[in-house]
């Protein structure tokens, strides 16, 4: 069983800062590839940012490429996605995830097996 807390949303002005954290309660994290996705109201859910068990490889959304970074640490099973220059239609829901399969599969896609409750995320103009 996988559990994933998300931690550090919260309200901010257009182009400031936030960073996200989750925390992976599962044995052998450093199996998982581990994303980020958001879902903003009226919209479907999208994939901005995963890193690959390792963390040798990344994806990136364009809307968020070049703002937005993901990273993790194995020894203290956590994922984070650092969020700058932020945008008011940055605001949605943003749900950590984990899948143990091959990273194109999951990558840039929904098909993660395990998901956090999320986190709001409200940039203001």
């Known amino acids: 069983q996988v559990q994933l807390v998300e931690s550090g949303g919260g309200l901010v002005q257009a182009g400031g800062s936030l960073r996200l954290s989750c925390a992976a309660s599962?044995?052998?994290?450093?199996?998982?590839?581990m994303g980020w996705l958001r879902q903003a109201p009226g919209k479907e859910r999208e994939s901005i940012a995963a890193?690959?068990?390792?963390?040798?490889?990344?994806y990136y959304a364009d809307s968020v490429k070049g703002r937005f970074t993901i990273s993790r640490d194995n020894a203290k099973n956590t994922v984070t996605l650092q969020m700058n220059s932020l945008k008011p239609e940055d605001t949605a829901v943003y749900y950590c995830?984990?899948?143990?399969?091959?990273?194109?599969?999951?990558?840039?896609?929904?098909?993660?097996?395990?998901w956090g409750q999320g986190t709001q995320v409200t940039v203001s103009s």
């Open positions: 890193i690959s068990w390792s963390g040798g490889s990344t």
């Open positions: 599962v044995r052998s994290f450093s199996t998982y590839g």
């Open positions: 995830a984990a899948d143990r399969g091959n990273y194109y599969t999951y990558a840039a896609t929904l098909k993660y097996a395990y």
